[in-house]
């Protein structure tokens, strides 16, 4: 396995992050070890030319920046997304059945592939408000590590058409069995979060999680299997990439890391693509500088940001689902994806600025694009571009079954991505006018 330190501490990263809220956590954790400094909004304190600070929205979204020593004349982004696929639970959880069983009753977030969920162990994770007497709410994370629930599969005997094709209504049969009839989700929750005397849960954010570990697979380790590899890979492997190239970052170039949530339903929250967050934070760090607004346009437009969502690699029992003249495999290397109606955002020039930085630094690159016949998914990049118009590429790692509850990815891509993402971070990418790149 190529670098096995750091696959396994991607993979204990994953297996630390069941929730958006872990991840944002976890990545807040990685910058304050990096020396990071938390600001609120990046709206108080003075941003010192050389310093390096983040700020969080909603405990899901980070953004973290390096000031350079000069007023930016370019910003240079990395953007994931922290949220999976998932069954949210619903604010009142239990589900009585005729005084036999507890459910927990649940709703799909994001595209999901239902049939994995079904005969497994599964268990809660999330945030719960917590308030006392004095009513001030304080957010705590939980995770329930318990094999806690399982939603079961109908047997083949009540349901003989099971194996000819099955449609899964959500509200009647994937709602996930809890206990017996007296069992009730709030005690546990209340320990887990280690709620004392008069505090109460007031609210929460909770999902279901799977509880198979993160692992490497294959005759030589070569795979992984994991939850959340859609889109926790590239968190991780970007802010490695990101973190890597601190001390040899571009004197005139902002150098930001971006992690956005909601990008499953769309984006269109305040810790979503498709909000402010980006452009206001970018644009305080500006006006700290004493620039314009005309200054910060032309900055814009000598910018860059990759778009980092997983991409598909050709199935081994369905290569008839991919277009023959674009094989992505996994462990062979960052995709950059294309898509004629801009749902990845990679243009000729800006895929060419990509693939020539990867080229000059011996970083193994493949090409997606879908077959003709099927449409594929949108990701950050174009829902971004409403907001903070930039130059934009839209890259991934190669996996197969995105958006199952275990989806499956290749170790050696670990390492090429973040070497991708340092030299990203390290290189004068300068756009001398519209169309023409020095690299």
């Known amino acids: 396995m190529k670098n096995q330190s750091i696959t396994e501490a991607m993979l204990q990263f994953i297996e630390e992050s069941p929730t958006a809220f872990h991840a944002a956590a976890n990545v807040e954790a990685l910058l304050l070890e990096n020396g990071f400094e938390k600001l609120e909004n990046l709206a108080e304190g003075a941003l010192v030319p050389g310093g390096s600070y983040y700020t969080m929205q909603n405990g899901s979204a980070v953004l973290a920046v390096k ?14 997304h922290s949220d999976s696929p998932c069954f949210k639970i619903k604010e009142v959880p239990e589900m009585k ?148 190239a601190q001390d040899k970052l571009p004197k005139e170039a902002l150098s930001v890391f971006c992690l956005f949530d909601n990008e499953e339903v769309g984006s269109g929250s305040r810790q979503g693509a498709l909000s402010n967050f980006l452009p206001d934070v970018l644009e305080r760090i500006c006006l700290s500088y004493g620039m314009t607004k005309e200054e910060q346009i032309c900055a814009r437009s000598r910018s860059f940001l990759l778009s980092a969502d997983n991409a598909h690699a050709v199935h081994p029992n369905h290569p ?56 594929g998914g949108s990701t950050l990049g174009n829902l971004l571009s409403h907001s903070f118009s930039v130059p934009m590429v839209d890259i991934g790692l190669p996996q197969l079954a995105m958006h199952s509850a275990v989806e499956t990815a290749g170790c050696e891509d670990v390492e090429t991505m973040i070497e991708a993402i340092q030299a990203f971070y390290e290189s004068e990418i300068c756009q001398i006018k519209d169309g023409m790149w020095r690299i």
């Open 67 to 80: 000031i350079p020593e000069n007023p930016a004349k370019g910003f240079r982004i990395a953007a994931s």
């Open 320 to 375: 008839e689902k991919s277009d023959d003249e674009f094989p992505v495999v996994l462990n062979g290397g960052v995709v950059i994806k294309y898509n004629a109606s801009q749902r990845y955002t990679t243009t000729g020039m800006t895929g060419g600025v990509f693939g020539s930085l990867c080229e000059k630094n011996d970083i193994k690159t493949q090409l997606f694009v879908n077959r003709a016949d099927m449409p």
């Open 97 to 244: 059945v005729e005084n036999t069983y507890v459910k927990l009753n649940v709703e799909k977030y994001g595209g999901m592939i239902l049939s994995p969920w079904l005969d497994r162990p599964l268990s809660v994770a999330g945030r719960v408000f917590v308030a006392g007497k004095d009513g001030k709410p304080e957010v705590k994370l939980v995770n329930l590590k318990k094999d806690l629930l399982i939603i079961p599969n109908v047997a083949i005997h009540f349901n003989r058409e099971i194996n000819q094709g099955y449609k899964h209504n959500v509200h009647v049969d994937l709602q996930p069995l809890y206990g017996g009839s007296e069992a009730e989700l709030m005690t546990l929750l209340r320990e887990e979060a280690g709620c004392k005397g008069d505090e109460e849960i007031v609210d929460m954010d909770l999902i279901l999680t799977v509880r198979q570990p993160a692992v490497a697979a294959g005759v030589k380790d070569e795979f992984l299997l994991t939850p959340r590899f859609d889109d926790l890979g590239c968190v991780y492997t970007t802010l490695q990439g990101f973190l890597r």
